[in-house]
């Protein structure tokens, strides 16, 4: 009898264990798609798998195919039942193109062993929503989240040194970056067309800010950026509807062509004493400019090369100036008596001005009137050209004997 109930007990329990196992085989995803994807060799040097489940696995050693530019297309493109990717240790590149239009995807976080990712990787995947980036990447290439609308957030390690033109074009789902100090430079159209972002900030160390680059970021209010930037091309602004006030940094001696246009909720813009030129339809159709903020002098900005075209809000803003005076003698404003301020007396004395009309009330005639007797002559030049070279005492100008 007690070997009977023994017998039943382990019946019982074999049983149990085959019904689990049939449990864990109904569960268990099956692999629904296979093939190579490797850049070398054959391309046998990674293997992928796509299971029921939407993961789609690449493993193997070295970098990925890049299909787009060998006219060609991932076997998994497009496919809206690629869910999650799993690369393997020992993969190193994202190829070129390689999960362009995956739309089923939701999330994605590139391992420590990826230092690549190829021109549009994941372009077109508009279900993706958070995407972490590793250490070792330094570069995100051109197209690589162009047109991913569910994007709402993204980690860029310290190791980026630049973003490569459209990298973010069309992320309308992103409301906010945060670049790592590490950026150097920001390509064209690098965020064009992000309606969803609001404020963005500019490391120090960033030199240059591409064409287009913020073009069509209707929700942005704000930006700051650096006096490392020397160069904002053409229209990188253009279109930010929602942005009220801009600081030009230090470094620019050029305002682009469009830089601002169709910015028509600009109320207020610095600019830098050293700029030199401002383009055409730099500030076309931004109605709402009333003040500019100037950090030279009259006669400085009198100078700036301004193109006629498109900037009439420019024309029609308050000016003011940072250096509201110009001291007597100093009639180019730059803070030094030479020879250059005589000869601009000495044109003053016969009613002709480099730039702008000989206003004899003008702070800048005023600086020419050295001897104080209300006109500018050739004594007037006399006396500034002998004060540049030490034979006068500039602290007598205009003081009235």
Not at 222 to 232: K, Y
Not at 248 to 262: M, N, R, S, V
Not at 272 to 277: I, L
Request: hydrophobic share 40%.
């Amino acid at each position: 009898m007690k070997y009977a109930n023994t017998l039943k007990w382990l019946l019982a329990f074999f049983c149990l264990l085959a019904a689990l196992y049939a449990f864990a085989l109904s569960t268990q995803a099956e692999i629904v798609e296979s093939g190579y994807c490797g850049a070398e060799g054959n391309g046998r040097n990674l293997t992928w798998t796509l299971d029921s489940d939407g993961l789609l696995t690449v493993s193997g050693s070295g970098d990925m195919k890049n299909y787009f530019r060998d006219f060609g297309e991932s076997p998994w493109k497009g496919n809206a039942a690629v869910k999650k990717v799993a690369l393997r240790d020992g993969v190193t590149s994202v190829g070129e193109s390689a999960f362009s239009g995956c739309t089923g995807l939701r999330s994605l976080t590139i391992p420590a062993w990826v230092t690549r990712m190829e021109d549009g990787a994941f372009r077109g995947c508009t279900g993706l929503t958070s995407v972490t980036i590793p250490a070792g990447v330094n570069h995100i290439a051109c197209e690589t989240f162009r047109g991913c609308t569910g994007l709402k957030e993204i980690t860029l390690p310290e190791s980026v040194t630049s973003i490569g033109n459209s990298a973010f074009e069309g992320c309308t789902g992103l409301t906010d970056v945060v670049l790592p100090n590490s950026v150097k430079w920001i390509g064209t159209s690098a965020f064009s067309g992000c309606t969803g972002l609001t404020s963005v900030t500019i490391p120090e160390g960033v030199t240059s800010i591409g064409e287009k680059a913020f073009e069509n970021c209707t929700g942005l209010t704000a930006v700051t950026i650096p006096d490392s930037v020397e160069w904002i091309y053409r229209y990188a602004f253009s279109g930010c509807t929602g942005l009220t006030a801009f600081t030009a940094p230090d470094g620019i001696t050029t305002i682009e062509p469009g830089t601002f246009a169709g910015c028509s909720a600009l109320t207020e813009v610095t600019i830098p004493a050293g700029v030199s030129e401002i383009g055409f339809y730099a500030f076309d159709h931004d109605d709402n400019l009333k003040t500019v903020r100037y950090g030279g002098t009259e006669e400085q900005w009198r100078r700036i090369e301004k193109s006629a075209y498109g900037n009439t809000a420019l024309s029609q803003a308050e000016i003011v100036f940072g250096q509201a005076a110009y001291a007597p003698g100093d009639a180019d404003g730059d803070g030094k008596l030479t020879s250059a301020d005589a000869r601009l007396a000495l044109r003053a004395s016969v009613g002709l001005r480099e730039t702008g009309d000989v206003e004899k009330d003008s702070a800048w005639y005023l600086a020419c009137d050295v001897d104080a007797d209300g006109s500018v002559t050739s004594a007037d030049a006399r006396l500034i050209l002998r004060a540049s070279v030490g034979l006068e005492d500039a602290s007598t100008f205009g003081k009235k004997a």
